[in-house]
């Protein structure tokens, strides 16, 4: 099959109990951007069982199509079922590219379909954009412009450099995208799905995993990536009891507490609060950076945020490069004194 007959922008709307992923909205977002630049639409593939009536959601947040696999098979997610699924979808729709989010359940699909359809995956992408990629040819081989790639963006090397990669000779174009780093569009209430209901028949074989019991994980924290404050805090802030200091500013602020890993790896903050590319990527109104030395791992999950405020005692902290606002000096001075005048207010 020639790859210009790989067509349109597949994103893989991911829902458990019946509730999307706020990712896929995201992949949306940004599929209508590459739509847009290749001339072309975007598609939800909606998967699960008894979930078409989510597809009108989809459609407010940007879906020109929405493709429903609605099988009982599919109730809770197996990566068999799953895989199966959208691996046909993909075998019978033929997009040029197909976004999944980094979730836990899509970064066991991705590769795995990516693998059954027999396409490169990139994965834990952190931008995406259509441009030229250069081929470089063997040694006396003139090297070819490639047009019209899907970039693929991600961290590599434990974070010490960003790759770029593109997938020119097989399609789709496969990439996982992490949660929080794409935009959404406004959604545009009322709008009604274009569902195309397609199913490929699961056989018994396809029952690999019987899924005997499912237990709920408790969230004792709050979630970061919803978050419009954040007070982040680092190794600088020096104890987990020193935390209230942030706590108290977050109050006053209508705030959340966030940290760096070196806080999570002291056991002075848990990992769900955990910002970075190990941790969540965020996009709050405000970034309060403080005793937070700015290592790229840690930009990489808040550079985006709109406002971002460091305090550190050390001038030439990198974290001072991202900053819009920066105040040099002790934080066990500058912390509760900026709370004090803000309750003052
Ligand atoms: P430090 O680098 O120790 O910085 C502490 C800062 O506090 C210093 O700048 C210091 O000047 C300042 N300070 C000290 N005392 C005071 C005071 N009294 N007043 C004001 N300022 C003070 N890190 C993350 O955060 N998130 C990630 O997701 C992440 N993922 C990683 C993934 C990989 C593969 C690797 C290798 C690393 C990762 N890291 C991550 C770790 C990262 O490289 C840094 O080690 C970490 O971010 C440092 O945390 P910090 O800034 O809190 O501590």
Known sequence: MALEEYKGV?????QVDNVLDGVAFELLGKGKDLAKDLGTDVTAVLIGSGVKGLADQLAEYGADKVIVVDDPELKDYRTEPYAHALASVINEFKPEIMLVGATAIGRDLGPTVSARVKTGLTADCTSLEIGDFPLVAAPGKESEQKHNQLLMTRPAFGGNTIATI???DNRPQM??????VMQKIAPISGAKANVVEYNPGFTPNNRYVEILNIVKAVKSTANIM???ILVSGGRGVGSKENFKLLEDLAEVLGGTVSCSRAVVENGWLPVDLQVGQTGKT?????YFAIGISGAIQHVAGMEDSDLIIAINKDEDAPIFDVADYGLVGDLNKIVPALTTALKAE
């Open 166 to 168: 593109a997938c020119p």
């Open 10 to 14: 597949f994103v893989f709307a991911q």
């Open 175 to 180: 990439a996982t995208v992490r949660p929080g």
């Open 282 to 286: 965020v996009r709050p109104q405000i």
């Open 226 to 228: 919803e978050a419009k």
